[in-house]
């Protein structure tokens, strides 16, 4: 008997890329096949069970969302058995509107049970229905399901999920809820769980994840677990995203300097340099507040890579204010960033203030931020040439490596590096680290072919390249090789006491 496929599509950030690990877990729990992971061959043109993991945070999401659903409508009508699934931000916020605009949608779930989307599946096949289902509330925390993760040496780890922050363009806290902690031991016993199965790159995830430890009243609990990381054994890398910068502390600071496998790459959020509209987006800093968390981040780790977010056209915006932004940009000096066109998102503040900024003025005003963040982030990848960096290999990071017989992966401070690997020389896997020296700084990228031109190039095998190796020997070209479904950590809320909280968090002295 053939077993029914899967496939999970994601949009948006990484908490939901990490939930879409979650889906694919409860999925293959279930009895569910990877389609991708089937030889091309094998593989139908379309999954039995089609998953969509939405994100509401910009305007064309919804349209993005109907226009992949219409076109999976011919198959539905040719295959009746076929389901397909809506979850993630968009469901929690158009909920039954999805069914009413594509009947042939089977399932509605939103970003507080997850866990249901098999039961849901199951439930609309024998009622022949369609099945919506959003709760208001958290019930079960995501990390307690089992996970399909998608890379053999490198995991994504929730720290807490929601957000209690009230910015006025932003709909996440009404589809995610207010913060919720996990308890620090059961985030550390996550960790040496991955580790174990050949992890060696781990990245926290939070709405805000500086504010963790807010659930049990403990403001430094999340240097705490920085530090706690760094006592994992076999853990090399470890990375967080996304802070705050009002709720960004010395501490955390201090932490990443002083723990040795807490990456030197900081994503800090901007959104505007001008105080004016950061007041009006209620994000409770200014540009001054700002741009001193950067240099104190310098002070202690001279070779950061910060990145951060921004959004031109806020309404209300002026040329005075967008020239703070600029100014903003130059002195922080982003290795990247990732800028936005700011669009109206129903439900939130802004969405009804006045002043709404005309499109064409939008987009000059973004394609001049564009052009200077491209100087910026050159200029800064050329003061990197001549430098050794390591680079954690991974595969299809470089969309030009068959062409330019390079292989890719990133820097420790993030950067993305390609580099060329000598006639002869040891060939790395992925999971594996290279030690290579950069050649060219580009504006997107580093280049490092030393090793073809005598210098450096030096390779440092991994349990995270004897992982990736283990899971893709004697695999199918074309078929996807993902590590098996690891169980969930059981458990969701504050300890009894913030002193049972802080104590795992607390390094040996």
Not at 28 to 53: H, K
Not at 161 to 180: M, Y
Request: glycine share 8%.
């Amino acid at each position: 008997m053939i077993s029914k496929t899967y496939d999970v599509r994601t949009h948006g950030c990484q908490m939901n890329v990490h939930d879409s690990e979650r889906l694919a877990g409860l999925l293959e729990t279930a009895g569910y096949v990877d389609l991708a992971s089937l030889p091309s061959p094998q593989r139908p043109e379309v999954a039995d069970v089609v998953v969509f993991n939405t994100c509401a945070v910009r305007e064309n999401a919804a349209n993005k969302l109907y226009g992949n659903l219409g076109q999976l409508r011919p198959a539905k009508q040719k295959n009746p058995q076929m389901q397909i699934a809506v979850g993630g931000c968009l469901a929690q916020k158009d909920r039954s509107t999805i069914v009413e605009r594509a009947p042939w949608v089977d399932v509605v779930f939103g970003t507080h049970n997850v866990g249901s989307l098999p039961a849901l599946l199951d439930r609309a096949r024998h009622n022949k229905a369609a099945e919506v289902e959003i709760l208001e509330s958290l019930e079960t925390f995501p990390s307690t399901l089992p996970t399909r993760r998608d890379s053999a040496y490198s995991g994504w780890v929730s720290i807490s999920v929601g957000c209690n922050n009230t910015c006025t363009f932003c709909i996440v806290p009404a589809l995610r809820g207010k913060e919720k902690d996990r308890r620090p031991g059961e985030i550390l016993a996550e960790i040496e769980a991955l580790v174990a199965q050949g992890v060696v790159e781990v990245t926290l995830l939070g709405q805000n994840v500086n504010t963790y430890g807010v659930e049990f009243g403990d403001r430094l609990a999340f240097g705490k677990l920085l530090r706690s990381c760094g006592q994992i054994e076999g853990l090399e890398r470890v990375r967080f995203t996304s802070p705050h910068p009002a709720a960004f502390t010395d501490d955390v600071i201090t932490a990443m300097a002083e723990t040795p496998n807490v990456m030197p790459s900081l994503h800090m959020p901007l959104q505007s340099g001008s105080d004016r509209v950061l007041k009006a987006m209620r994000r409770s800093y200014r540009s001054e507040k700002f741009l001193g968390i950067l240099d104190r981040v310098r002070e202690q780790i001279p070779d950061a890579a910060i990145t951060t977010d921004l959004i031109v056209g806020f309404p209300g915006e002026t040329e005075e204010d967008f020239q703070g932004t600029l100014d903003v940009v130059r002195a922080s000096r982003f290795s990247s960033a990732f800028t936005f066109q700011y669009s109206i998102r129903p439900g939130t503040p802004a969405a009804e203030m006045d002043d709404q900024i005309p499109k064409e003025v939008v987009q000059e005003r973004f394609e001049r931020l564009i052009a200077l963040q491209e100087e910026v982030s050159w200029a800064g990848n050329r003061e990197v040439e001549g430098r050794e960096v390591e680079v954690l290999v991974a595969p299809g990071e470089g969309r030009k490596d068959a062409e330019t017989q390079r292989m890719s992966g990133r820097a420790r401070d993030n950067r993305l590096v390609h580099f060329a690997v000598p006639e002869g020389a040891d060939v790395p896997r992925p999971g594996d680290a290279v030690t290579v020296a950069v050649t060219y700084g580009a504006p997107h990228h580093l280049v490092a072919d030393s090793g073809v031109q005598g210098g450096v190039y030096a390779v440092r095998r991994t349990a995270g390249g004897d992982a990736w190796a283990a899971l893709n020997e004697g695999s199918t070209p074309g078929a996807s090789r993902k590590p098996a479904v690891s169980l969930g950590i059981p458990s969701v809320g504050a300890p009894p006491t913030p002193e049972v909280a802080a104590a795992p968090c607390c390094p040996t002295d």
